[in-house]
DNA sequence: CGCCCGATGCTCT
DNA sequence: GAGCATCGGGCGG
């Protein structure tokens, strides 16, 4: 069942806390591809200085501003995250995913993020700027001393590393700009699905800081599920 | 493993 | 012009 706009019209903790478990799913002329939420972090708006619109409505942020159930994506250092706006319209809160258990459609997720991977690589290489650069007509780390790539693609895409990060998981997905406001009760092209073979206990559920924050960092806003071994940051020990 | 650092481009001041 | 809800590579332990 893809989740209704209800789902998404209530306090941005409760969707985000509820959000884990479920499944995201992408479809475009590629091919679908999704995986489990495993994941999130809320945003509180006006009330939290850590929010994309705490400071008000600008260019950017407009999508949070919108009715609950629409995607918000934004740039951060050259990639895509993907929220989900939650709370009535005019109430600018939202949930980042920040991690899903990749389960279908790994292939297709494999070669977008090689893909870009290697773009980068070549990029950096072409420009002459960052680590890589050609060295007898192969992208290598400038400072490689015995040639060989010490972090090799395939390691890179194992599973684990597919969807493990906001921006990973866009990679993964194809999701940039052009799915920022896209509602996602349609069904179509983004969606989340309810699973309902797959329960979590509440023992199951962690909250921690949201990472990567300079502000608000004593609020619990990033859930994630205790044992997943596709979340990213950090975990505690099992 | 953990920590540090640079890439890189968009957004807002 | 500064700051950023990130990532991947290098290096030291």
Known sequence: MVLPREFFDRPSAKVAKDLLGKLL?????????????????????????????????????????GPPG??????????????????????????????IEPLSGLELMARRRSESLLARRARQAAEGSG?????????????????????????LLRPRDLCRGPARLCEALAINRQQDGLDLTLGRELWIEEDAAFKLTPRQIARSPRIGISTAQERLLRFYIRNSQFVSGKRERI
């Open 25 to 65: 799913w992408r479809d475009t002329s590629e091919g679908k591809c999704g995986g489990r939420i495993v994941e999130v972090e809320a945003y509180e708006g006006a009330k939290d200085s850590a929010a994309h619109s705490y400071r008000g409505l600008t260019p950017r942020n407009a999508s949070m501003f």
């Open 70 to 99: 629409h995607a918000y994506v934004y740039a951060i250092h050259s990639r895509w995250c993907v929220n989900v706006v939650t709370e009535p319209e005019g109430v600018p809160t939202a949930v980042l995913i920040r991690a």
């Open 131 to 155: 680590v890589f650069a050609v060295i007898d007509q192969t992208i290598l780390p400038r400072r490689q001393r015995e040639r060989l790539p010490t972090t090799s693609l395939p390691m």
